[in-house]
């Protein structure tokens, strides 16, 4: 390439969205509907799930008979482009300590796979300060943000209970599917150890969206990590960015990796530049606004990474705290199998690909020794057999009687090893604890000074330690499990112990990072407004889950949702101010 | 789309997949396709990245094991996963290939599959003077037997359990996960359906009615 130039386009967009996840694409959505015009950059390909799915593939369509890959982390039939390492596209930690970063390039990004499960943050979750003083207080409250999680249910769709209770807000539900055979064990065993067991919320369609003829009702394969076909399932793809599309008023650039917001004398940003992947030439487009949603990371990335004569610190930083406060949810698990149900009867129970029971944390902020709490996701059940079924079978068969009511000894080879299989298929379950992390300065992601990725950008480099309060709530989570485990009369492993945090997830691998571009009232400890607008930048936007002061123990996604389409309706609000 | 469609959409009803896919084509289409760099690569089919599509073809065309080493993979995982009444072997379902593509993809496996099976080889040789697959059936299942028990392993054993706990795990994945193994064991999923609970006879069985 001795022939570097840069490619101006002579058009100037009402907004420029830099990426096409929950975020973006709720921006794109409601402003392309608005009728404003609309360029939408995402770092991937374009990705339609009708076309481009692996739903109701079999094991054996794959060669790997379903197994994740370097570039497929969770299942060859996965719906997300991308993974915890990119090919040319790294990023560093600092200090010894740790970080994994999940990416999705493509339309949609991490929508395409998620658990689609839904929460709403409760009241607490935006005001946690006179919990503990701990966290600091969002610059807004449940109240309002709750027009808009009403809003964002009946729009995408969300199955879910009324349940009253203060810290799980109800929504507008679709009907919850119905607990499998194993979570039954689970809610009977819960119930025993006073760990209260609700219905699950997720967003998919388990009856017909009112009012919505594109999406189709959801026909339970229990597949949603590969992104549905029929638009079942909440994906930003099918349910925003295709909608959007095709208003005629959004043009999507695929491939388009951003690598700055431009800005002027003023400091006003005036549009994006960014490089195409196909034909590796740089580009820059104009707007009248940039709004990001590229993620938590790479919105924090792009900001530091637009340093200006304006914006000497990074775009919007003049308080420094962009990437600030990173913080994950924490995650701990366990799992173990129901000698009850050896040889249990067949028959097809897929059901949805979201939770189909989910437990609350309902004790409040008790004195336990940690300052916040957590929730737990429950499953289990006869799933689709693929690469890894039957593993560890010789840790299994010798534990119960065979058929003939005698002890065997474990493992084993021929006819009677596969009865065996046949005898324990559907008997596993498992659960798994999400929790608050304190949104702390000292964990934070800077750019790295000396690593630049393939396209010549600076990348991330990650500060992130766990500390006692963390630990000490992962072992709470365990012995939790262990509880119910007992209680439901189940055959399961000794707890986590010290030796792994109580298996506290490394941070990261949760996949709920946020925070980095905080909103706040105060424009020396926050980088944008309550309406996620930059303090220092007035037509800059964020709305991906980089504006959250502090998260709830809820996943990220239906609050990212409810507020994109709040800042949103703010900026149709403001367009005379904006000159949009 | 109500739930009939939806079930049409997928081939059930009166019309095709393909031709459903064509019929809900978005209507501007076109302006994502005037979108820069939409696929990047001709052979992309839209579900896999033309980097996965790549190194399929590299892994299928390059190969791991030797005909003496398959051949021994095939005695192991017959023996494991054998013909009944209720379906075929695991050579009948594939799983030898299966093993060579996996170990390729995932080289964690090969070291403990190519020494286990060298083990293998060097215990038959100094017990029967012959190589695991020139034994006996008697001499083979007389083998096997001695690894195949992790609890009962006699000291000396381990690098045999260790290596057949990794044959029996690989050969049950590949097994069940074939058309022969998904039929056997019964999984009647992956189609169109509505999830109604569990059934009223199950919930039943184990007094589950009330919960």
């Known amino acids: ?580 | 789309m109500n739930r009939r469609e939806s079930l049409k959409a997928l081939g059930l009803g009166t019309i095709s997949v393909a031709a459903f896919l064509e019929s809900c084509k978005p209507g501007n289409e076109k302006l994502a396709e005037n979108s820069t760099g939409n696929t990047g690569s001709s052979d992309y089919d839209g579900t896999r990245l033309p980097k996965e599509i790549e190194r399929d073809k590299k892994l299928n065309t390059e190969k791991f094991f030797d005909a003496h080493e398959m051949a021994t993979i095939t005695v192991l995982a017959d023996i494991i996963i054998p013909k009944d009444d209720h379906s075929g072997s695991a050579s009948d379902a594939g799983v030898p290939a299966f093993i060579e593509f996996i170990v390729k993809d995932m080289p964690d496996h090969q070291t403990p599959m190519r020494g286990g099976l060298r083990w293998l080889d060097l215990q038959c040789l100094n017990r029967y003077g012959k190589a695991f697959v020139d034994a006996s059936n008697t001499q083979q299942i007389e083998m096997v037997t001695d690894i195949a028990y992790p609890l009962k392993a006699k000291p000396g054993m381990e690098p045999g359990v260790s290596f057949f706990n990794l044959m029996r795990n690989l050969t049950a994945s590949g097994f069940f996960s074939s058309k022969i193994g998904i039929q056997d064991i019964g999984y009647m999923g992956n189609t169109v359906n509505k999830w109604t609970g569990v059934p009223p006879d199950v919930l039943k069985q184990y007094g589950m009615e009330n919960v």
């Open chain 1, 1 to 580: 390439m001795n022939d570097v130039q840069i490619k101006k386009s002579a058009t100037q967009y009402d907004a420029i969205i830099v990426g096409s996840g929950a975020g973006g694409g709720m921006a794109g959505y409601v402003l392309a509907h608005a009728g404003l015009k609309v360029l939408m950059l995402e770092a991937g390909p374009y990705f339609d799930p009708k076309q481009s799915s692996s739903q109701l593939r079999w094991p054996y369509e794959s060669p790997r008979r379903g197994a994740g890959t370097h570039s497929r982390n969770f299942g060859d039939f996965d719906g997300a482009f991308g993974g915890w390492e990119l090919d040319g596209e790294p990023y560093t930690t600092k200090d010894k300590t740790e970080f994994y970063w999940f990416r999705s390039r493509m339309m949609g990004g991490r929508t395409n796979h998620w658990g689609r499960i839904s929460l709403r943050f409760g009241p607490d979750d935006f005001k946690g300060h006179h919990i503990d003083g701990l966290t600091d207080d969002w610059p807004i409250s449940y109240d309002d943000v709750k027009p808009f999680y009403d809003n964002v249910d009946r729009m995408i769709g969300i199955y879910g209970t009324v349940e009253n209770i203060p810290s799980e807000p109800d929504g507008i539900f679709l009907p919850p599917p119905k607990p499998r055979l194993n979570e039954l064990f689970i809610m009977k065993g819960a119930a025993k150890a006073g760990v209260k067991v609700i219905p699950g919320r997720g967003s998919v369609l388990t009856e017909a969206l009112p009012g919505n003829k594109d999406r189709g009702a959801c026909f339970f394969c229990g597949q949603c990590g590969r992104s549905c076909k029929i638009y079942g399932d909440f994906s930003s793809s099918s349910a925003l960015v295709i909608p959007a599309i095709n208003t005629g008023n959004l043009k999507l650039i695929s491939n388009a990796m951003v690598r700055e917001v431009l800005t002027d004398k003023e400091g006003q940003a005036t549009g994006v530049s960014y490089i195409n992947k196909d034909d590796m030439q740089e580009y820059q487009v104009s707007g009248k606004m940039v709004i990001l949603g590229a993620s938590a990371g790479e919105s924090a990335r792009l900001l530091l990474n637009s340093k200006s004569p304006a914006h000497p610190n990074g775009l919007a930083n003049s308080s420094g705290v962009v990437g600030k406060y990173i913080h994950d949810s924490t995650g701990s698990s366990a799992g173990g199998w129901l000698p009850q149900l050896l040889d249990r009867k067949r028959y097809n129970e897929d059901g949805v690909g979201s939770i189909h029971i989910y437990g609350p944390w309902m004790n409040g902020n008790k004195k336990l020794g940690f300052p916040r709490g957590y929730h737990i996701e429950f499953g289990g059940g006869m799933g689709m057999p693929e690469y890894g079924f039957g593993w560890g079978i010789e840790g299994m068969n010798g534990k119960v009687p065979g058929r003939d009511g005698k002890m065997k000894d474990p493992g084993g080879f021929g006819a009677e090893l596969k009865n065996d299989y046949r005898r324990f298929y559907g008997v596993g379950f498992g659960m798994a604890g999400r929790g608050v992390a304190i949104a702390r300065a000292d964990n934070y992601c800077e750019i790295d000074p000396n690593v630049v990725d393939k396209f010549g950008i600076p990348v991330l480099r990650f500060h992130y330690k766990w500390n006692d309060d963390e630990i000490k709530q992962a072992k709470h989570m365990q012995e939790t499990f262990q509880h119910i485990m007992h209680e439901m009369g189940a055959i399961y492993d000794p707890m986590e112990g010290p030796e792994t945090n109580y298996g506290l997830e490394a941070p990261g691998r949760i996949i709920h990072e946020v925070g980095t571009v905080r909103m706040g009232d105060d424009p020396k400890n926050s980088a944008l407004n309550k309406y996620s607008q930059a303090h220092d930048c007035n037509n800059l936007f964020v709305v991906d889950a980089a504006p959250f002061v502090q998260q709830g123990d809820k996943n990220a996604t239906w609050t990212i949702l409810a507020l994109s389409m709040r800042t949103s309706e703010y900026i149709l609000s403001q367009r005379k101010k904006l000159n949009v």
